[in-house]
Structures are given as structure tokens and as C-alpha cells.
């Protein structure tokens, strides 16, 4: 509709000239030069300090984080109502959270981000409140969210409000599980219970030198057990990324700590009802892979580098492993094939020959469930030659722990790929998503050796009185071997009674696996009606 300027009526008083003083103008620069205020910090001298640690404000790390300019803050005029120890005169907006949304490559994610200038980043029940509400929405719009956490724990002069605001993020916590992805980034310390929220996410990321993570601090390991301890050395990035895998990935500086979250956040669905992005790429999903030929060794005890395998397969080489650095014996890695996302669970013949432990069980069984709730495909690539053995393991239960990882396949209904590169022997066989647990496509190599343990153990067990027997034992051992090799391990035995679909060439590994995700993309999966599952512990 067009606008006409009609001139005033006659007789009409002029039109009245603002006063300087007051007015909509004056309001919104009240509220300009305040947000400037909010958005600056306490002072100079604390953002000072926070870079003299080797740290970003907040709001630095939400700029690298997400997409430039599409950051919307929440309640960023919050400021907290408590009275005593001196609170009542110190009440800065934010009261230490930020708080909002914004994009990363142009997909909504949500994000809450410690502000360790404003009280140390600890929690009160304004600040809790903050987080509850931003992890509300995420969970209503069905986006992620991603904490950056660095934050020195409760605000004790709070009290028990400070404590009940924790256990309102950890019930948070636990609804979003399965439904949107939760990514937790420690880039200061993280002490006491605020540890559990990160421990219910999906995804852990540590920086090197800055970050911490324990339930108790080194004065109070100390004064209870006589052990002396860095804080480093207690709950730093290293330790947790290769001794106790509470941390998926570790990194040495903030700014390649938040880009890999980005990427991660590009793998991932928004929510459980949606699929993995998908990429366009110039890699040919018929591709073969002659390297593969020369890269895995025909003799089943040479080991080599599975993550050389899986490099061939995806998309360009890419790749980002998931507990790099814990339980080795066993890789989880997500990549793109023929630009879908999937999901790898390999075993490492340069670790333990690629047995299976309790932590390599609880590795991948954590990675499995996870792929499954965000419908990732899964491909498994098998070469175990079974549990590892011994006092330890059984005395900690490795029974319990590797049922872990047969129940989360057993679970899971997203498309199920396995290729048996070499050996695959007893119940890690079955355990490593074998046909009969409801893998949908099971190939091999023509190196592959499914039974029940290896030829030299079961010749002893099976001809064990006739090698006894023997004048030459070992050359009696040796032929025994050959032919039960012969017999019941030669590459098409599994073939021959249907547990393996198809014998094929590993030059064309990749192309049997593309063909293979892309006829199961419409698979779906009917599970009786419960309320949840009981997993092993």
C-alpha cells in the first residue's frame, strides 16, 4: 500500500518537537548503552586475568563457537535476589551464564556458557534458572545444546538453593538423553557435583592446561588418603581422555577444542526423529580400495592399523574417532559414506591384537547406543581373536561388562553392516554385531576365520590324547591344526551355512558397504512395547 503525505489540517498546532530529555530515543539508548554494559563484563582487569589464565570470556567462546552474527541472548539483564554475606551489594547481569541460541552452519543449536568473571562461573539459583530455561527450549525445539562449562562449582553463600539448581540441570539432563544431542566443553574447572551434568551428555571435550573435571579436589584426596596430587593430575584432560574415558576428546587450545565441536555438531541430527546431515561429495561411492589388498596383512597374528582401513572407506579420508585415546584395542569412529554419515566400530590388531576388555566393551556399547539414538548406520569391522583373559578381567567383571556391548547391539535398529576382515573367534565374534544378534548384511574377506577359537587351540583341546600319544607331538600338533583348519576354518565355511551373505574382494569394500546403507535407508524396526530396557551395568 503506498503512503500519501497529506498536508495538516487548517487550523491544526504544528507538530511537537521531541524533547531532548526524554522519549523512545532516550529509553532505547538507556537500554544500548546498558547491553554495552552487560556485554563488556565486570571490568577490564577480569577479562585481563581470564586471557592471563590461557582463557576466553564467554562470550569469545559463543562467537567461536557459533555462526557470526545469529547469537540471541536470554535474560541477560538476570541478576540474582539473594541477601547476606554481602551478595546483596554485588548483583551483576547475567549473574555469571550466558545464555541463548544462535547456528552452526545454519542449523539451530542451543548453548549456556560460564561466565568465570562474574563469581567464579559457580551456580545460584538466578544462574540455574538461566540454564533450566535454555535447556528447556532446546529440548522443545528439538536442537542441541552445548554447555561451555567453566565454572567453580555451587555458590556456597546460597546454600541448598545452589544444590537444588544442579539437580534441576542433572533432570534436564537425563529427559534430553536420546532425544537431542548434549555436548559438554570443560575449559576451566568443574569440581564437586557440577561433574555428574557433563557425565550425562553425550559427548565430553576437555582443553589441555585449563580444565579439570573431579569430585574431589587434590586438599581433600589429601587429607583423606595421604596422596599428593595436581589438580592436572587428578582431573586434567589427559587423564581423563586415556585413563578413566570420561572425556571423548582432548584438546591443546580453546580455539581447536570449539572448532571440533562444530564439526561434531555437523555428524549429528538435531533431534532423535531426524537424520544425519548429509553432504554432497566428489568421493565415488564405487570407489575401490586396492590399498586395501596390501594393507592387511593375510596372516591373521601380523597385526596393522585399522584406522588406516577405515580411512579408505570414507568420504575423502575424513574421519573424527570418538575415546581416541581410551581402550585403543577398539576404534569407534564417524565418517561419511557417499556423503551419509555413519557410525564404525573396528577392532585395533595394534592394541591388545584387537581383543575385547571391559574398557573397549563400555566403549563401544556407549558409541553404539549413540548412534542408534541419532539414527547413525552402523559398520563394524571385524578382526578379534576374543576376550582378553585373565584374574583381572573376570574378578571385574568382564562378563558383565561385554554384555554391555551384545546388548546395545542386540538394541539397536539402525542399519547393521559387519565385514569379517580376518579372525573372528568364540564370543567376541558373536558379540561384534555377527548375523545372528540381527546384523542386516554380513560380508568377508577371503582372509576372514569365523570359529569358535583359534586352529592351534582347538587342535589341543579336541586331539589333545592323540598329540600326547604321538612319537613327534609337534609334528602331530602341526598336521592336526592344518586340518581342522581345513575343515572347519576356511574362508566360506560361515558362507556355505548362511552366517556370512557374501565373500568379497577388499579392494571392494566400499562399494558393498555404500550399496549396502543405501538399500537399508528405509529399514524400520518394530520393538515390543516397553517403558525402557534393563542393561547390564
Known amino acids: 500500500m503506498t503512503t500519501v503525505d497529506r498536508p495538516a489540517p487548517i487550523g491544526a498546532p504544528p507538530p511537537l518537537a521531541p524533547h531532548p530529555a526524554s522519549g523512545m530515543r532516550r529509553r532505547v539508548g538507556e537500554l544500548d548503552a546498558l547491553r554495552d554494559q ?15 589464565r590461557g582463557k576466553l570470556t564467554a562470550r569469545e567462546r559463543i562467537g567461536l563457537l557459533l555462526d557470526a552474527g545469529t547469537f540471541h541472548e536470554v535474560e541477560q539483564f538476570r541478576r540474582h535476589r539473594t541477601t547476606g ?55 522443545a525445539a528439538g536442537a542441541p545444546i552445548v554447555s561451555l562449562n567453566d565454572g567453580a562449582g555451587a555458590r556456597i553463600q546460597e546454600g541448598v538453593s545452589a544444590l537444588a539448581g544442579y539437580g534441576g540441570i542433572f533432570r534436564r539432563n537425563t529427559r534430553a538423553s536420546g532425544v537431542i544431542p548434549q555436548i559438554s566443553v570443560m575449559l576451566g574447572p568443574c569440581a564437586g557435583g557440577a561433574a555428574y551434568s557433563p557425565a550425562l551428555t553425550d559427548f565430553v ?11 574431589t579436589g587434590p ?37 581447536s577444542c570449539l572448532a571440533e565441536v562444530r564439526y561434531l555438531l555437523g555428524l549429528l541430527p ?72 555413519v557410525g564404525v566400530v573396528a577392532n585395533q590388531p595394534l592394541s591388545l591384537a584387537g581383543v575385547l576388555d571391559i574398557k573397549a566393551s563400555e566403549k563401544a556399547a556407549r558409541f553404539v547406543q549413540m548412534c542408534d539414538t541419532f539414527n547413525i548406520p552402523l559398520v563394524t569391522l571385524v578382526d578379534v581373536p576374543g576376550f582378553l583373559p585373565g584374574v583381572g578381567q573376570e574378578h571385574d567383571g568382564i562378563i558383565r561388562h561385554g554384555a554391555k556391548l551384545l546388548y546395545a547391539f542386540c538394541d539397536a535398529t539402525v542399519p547393521r553392516i559387519t565385514v569379517i576382515l580376518r579372525k573372528a ?8 554385531n555377527s548375523q545372528s544378534i540381527g546384523a542386516d548384511l554380513t560380508f568377508a574377506w577371503p582372509t576372514n576365520e569365523i570359529a569358535v577359537m583359534g586352529a592351534e587351540g582347538a587342535a589341543n583341546v579336541i586331539f589333545r590324547r592323540r598329540i600326547a600319544e604321538a612319537e613327534n607331538p609337534d609334528d602331530t600338533r602341526a598336521r592336526l591344526v592344518k586340518e581342522y583348519r581345513a575343515e572347519l576354518m576356511h574362508p ?8 556370512v551373505d557374501d565373500v568379497i574382494d577388499p579392494a571392494g569394500t566400499r562399494q558393498a558397504l555404500a550399496s549396502g546403507l543405501a538399500v537399508l535407508r528405509s529399514k524400520a524396526a518394530e520393538q515390543a512395547p516397553r517403558k525402557h530396557g534393563n542393561p547390564p551395568l
Not at 589438580?231 to 589427559?238: K, P, Q
Not at 570418538?322 to 557417499?338: D, F, G, Q, S, T
Not at 568364540?426 to 561384534?432: E, K, P, R
Open 219 to 255: 586438599d581433600v584426596v589429601k587429607a583423606v588418603t595421604g596422596e599428593e596430587v595436581t589438580l592436572s593430575g587428578l582431573g586434567g584432560a589427559d587423564v581423563h581422555a586415556e585413563t578413566s574415558g570420561v572425556c571423548h576428546f582432548a584438546y591443546d587450545d580453546e580455539e
Open 425 to 432: 573367534y568364540g564370543g567376541a565374534y558373536i558379540v561384534m
Open 38 to 52: 552487560v556485554h563488556a563484563g565486570p571490568d577490564e582487569k577480569a577479562t585481563r586475568t581470564q586471557h592471563a
Open 85 to 139: 554475606f554481602g551478595l546483596e551489594a554485588k548483583r551483576p547481569y547475567t549473574d555469571g551464564v550466558i545464555t541463548g541460541w544462535g547456528e552452526v552452519e545454519g542449523r539451530t543449536v542451543f548453548v549456556y556458557a560460564h561466565d568465570f568473571r562474574i563469581f567464579g562461573g559457580a551456580l545460584g539459583e538466578a544462574h540455574a534458572a538461566k540454564i533450566h530455561k535454555i535447556m528447556d527450549m532446546a529440548l
Open 270 to 341: 538435531g533431534n532423535n526423529r531426524e537424520h544425519p546431515p548429509r553432504a554432497e561429495t566428489g568421493d565415488p561411492a564405487r570407489r575401490r580400495s586396492p590399498r586395501l589388498l596390501d594393507l592387511v596383512p593375510a596372516e591373521g597374528s601380523k597385526p596393522y592399523d585399522m584406522r588406516e582401513v577405515v580411512a579408505e572407506l570414507a568420504d575423502d579420508g575424513e574421519m573424527l574417532e570418538v575415546h581416541e585415546r581410551w581402550a585403543p584395542n577398539i576404534l569407534c569412529v564417524l565418517i561419511r559414506l557417499a556423503g551419509e554419515v
Open 205 to 215: 571435550f576437555m582443553v589441555r592446561g585449563t580444565s579439570q573435571m573431579f569430585i
Open 492 to 499: 566360506y565355511y560361515a558362507a556355505e551355512r548362511g552366517l
